[in-house]
Nanobody
Framework: HVQLVESGGKTVRAGGSLRLSCQASGYHHSAYCLAWFRQAPGKAREGVAA????????YYSDSAKGRFTVSQVNAVSTVYLQMNSLKPEDTAMYYC???????????????????WGQGTQVTVS
């Protein structure tokens, strides 16, 4: 049973930084993508960043480029999202999601991700 648990969300001031964590368990395979999504009230879900477990390939949305960094520590099956220069428009519930993939790169097409965490709230004031 694959489980994803996010943590690290909180309220921060604009311009500040935050690191989110996603701990994966129960998935005994090295071929997967893990992505971060976010959803603000009344808005569509947005893919923010993704990383390929096997190759370390990373993908970022335009809104995340230059400010967010996705990284992984394979030994502990944890993926991080470092967010810098936070803006009020970054306020959202952030989710991590996983999909099996042999491909060397990853994207953030939400419909292809079949395991989701419960989310962690980020508020930028």
């Amino acid at each position: 049973h694959v489980q994803l648990v996010e943590s690290g969300g909180k309220t921060v001031r604009a311009g500040g930084s935050l690191r989110l964590s996603c701990q994966a368990s129960g998935y005994h395979h090295s071929a997967y993508c893990l992505a971060w999504f976010r959803q603000a009230p009344g808005k569509a879900r947005e893919g923010v960043a993704a990383i390929a477990r096997a190759t370390g390939f990373t993908y970022y949305s335009d809104s995340a480029k230059g400010r967010f960094t996705v990284s992984q520590v394979n030994a502990v099956s944890t993926v991080y999202l470092q967010m810098n220069s936070l803006k009020p428009e970054d306020t959202a519930m952030y989710y991590c999601a996983l999909k099996f993939s042999w491909l060397p790169n990853c994207d953030t097409q939400a419909s292809l991700y079949n395991t989701w965490g419960q989310g962690t709230q980020v508020t930028v004031s």
